[in-house]
């Protein structure tokens, strides 16, 4: 019966952040101007997307702690590491919407709030990775390292996958249903859809960007909920079947990567030149350049529950990639 009603106070909410969207986006009044290049929506949009998932986090939160369904969500110390990395990454990444901050300025903020939260709170910690063709973990002897760096660079992977409407949000979404389906932490991550769900109506109708910040804030909370499974559940996710999940948001991100480099250009420098672009370019519909986008990220997921060994369906998803974009580069 609790549930119940958390569910209900949670849909209320977001409904009423829909139906009254414009007053609210007025009265904050942060926008994402166009400017011809990068931005190329026709007027300015409302990235305020970041800061309704942020709120709906903490209220979700506190009503599963008030009513004592503390198995519902992180748990002791955790929970208060992964709120401070959630809210300092959904922060950082508003400046940079507002300040449209230096790439290196950003990466040394991104690199500060996760050695902070780490260090005052060792819950967040990866020991060891489990390969699921290995008979033995690979312990890491400078474990704060790898963290550190891997929560890097999955904001910057999920920032830069959030690059046309919708596509991040049915990403995050297909993650969250992983989540449930797997039993972990399930009323939390229904209860964060429904939030999706609103999101994803109003990005739909170009009125509402999750920016910066909604892009951190992700990856915040799917980097903690990877490292919480390893410890908490049985049938977690193996370390390759993480990076099989997050292949194509991490093969794009590599692959622009070199690109930039190659071209004597910062490594985290805007462009148009991801996967969604080149999709788009041709397509010129992004309604179907989503769709082909998330089938593509949809694809991985579906030859590893067929129990198919992760290098094989790494192969098969790399060649897949590389082979869309050749064919949509040529068909340009």
């Known amino acids: ?37 990068l931005k190329k929506h026709s007027k300015p949009v409302s990235f305020i997307g970041g800061l309704i998932i942020l709120v709906n986090l903490y209220l979700i939160i506190f009503f599963l702690k008030m009513l004592n369904l503390d198995n519902s969500i ?21 400046i940079d919407d507002l300040k449209n901050l230096k790439p290196n300025i950003k990466l040394f903020f991104l690199f500060l709030s996760i050695i902070l939260v780490i260090y005052f709170f060792p819950e967040i910690k990866l020991e060891h990775i489990k390969i699921s063709f290995l008979k033995t973990n690979y312990h890491f002897k400078y474990s704060g390292i790898f963290l550190v760096v891997s929560f890097a660079l999955l904001a910057n992977a999920m920032n830069m996958f959030d690059g046309i409407n919708l596509q991040l949000i049915s990403f995050s979404c297909l993650l969250f249903i992983l989540f ?59 370390g390759d079947e993480v990076f099989i999940i997050l292949i194509i948001p991490a093969i794009d991100m590599l692959r622009l990567f070199f690109v930039r480099i190659i071209n004597k250009k910062h490594p985290f420098k805007g462009d148009l030149n991801h996967f969604h672009h080149i999709v788009n370019n041709y397509t010129k519909n992004t309604s179907v350049t989503v769709f082909i986008t998330i089938t593509t990220s949809i694809i991985p997921i579906i030859l590893l529950f067929l129990n198919i060994n992760t290098y094989v369906v790494l192969i098969l998803s790399l060649f897949i990639y590389f082979c869309l974009i050749a064919y949509f580069r040529f068909k340009v």
């Open 1 to 37: 019966m609790e549930i119940f009603f958390i569910f209900l106070f949670i849909f209320l909410f977001n409904l009423t952040i829909y139906l009254k969207f414009e007053k609210i986006s007025e009265n904050l009044i942060f926008f994402d101007q166009p400017d011809g290049k």
């Open 74 to 94: 992180f748990e002791n110390n955790f929970l208060y590491a992964f709120i401070l990395l959630s809210t300092l990454f959904y922060f950082i990444g508003l």
């Open 180 to 238: 449930v389906l797997k039993g972990f932490m399930p009323i939390f991550f229904i209860l964060l859809l429904v939030c999706f769900i609103f999101l994803a109506i109003l990005n739909f109708k170009n009125k509402v960007f999750l920016g910066d910040g909604g892009a951190y804030l992700i990856s915040a909370v799917v980097g903690c909920t990877f490292i919480y499974q390893y410890d908490k559940f049985d049938n977690f996710f193996f």
